[in-house]
């Protein structure tokens, strides 16, 4: 069994910053993929940034620039710095991971969710 658990969420002001963080623990045997998604209220969930299977990273258009997607592989750990946040970029945040938990199987993971909330 594999947990995902972020922190990091909460409530900013226009154009400030937050870092979001999602730790695995469990049974890994390799990560294949790792980021981040988010929901707004009455709207669906929507990718925001994602480290792939080869390694490179994908950003949505709408936070380029502004989100960074870092990681410590030797903590499991992604990290999303957001900088200057506005009112859209609102909503829960939920970390996403493709796991190996073995040689033959693979598992995809969701957090629980951390909400961002950013004023105007």
């Known amino acids: 069994q594999v947990q995902l658990v972020e922190s990091g969420g909460g409530l900013v002001q226009a154009g400030g910053s937050l870092e979001l963080s999602c730790a695995a623990s469990g049974s890994i045997f390799s990560i294949n993929t790792m980021g981040w998604y988010r929901q707004a209220p009455g709207k669906q969930r929507e990718l925001v940034a994602v480290f792939t299977k080869s390694g490179s990273t994908n950003y949505a258009d709408s936070v380029k620039g502004r989100f960074t997607l870092s990681r410590d592989n030797a903590k499991n750990t992604v990290y999303l710095q957001m900088n200057s946040l506005k009112p859209e970029d609102t909503a829960v945040y939920y970390c996403?991971?493709?796991?190996?938990?073995?040689?033959?199987?693979?598992?995809?993971?969701w957090g629980k969710g951390t909400l961002v909330t950013v004023s105007s």
């Open positions: 996403n991971a493709d796991i190996a938990v073995s040689v033959y199987y693979d598992v995809n993971y």
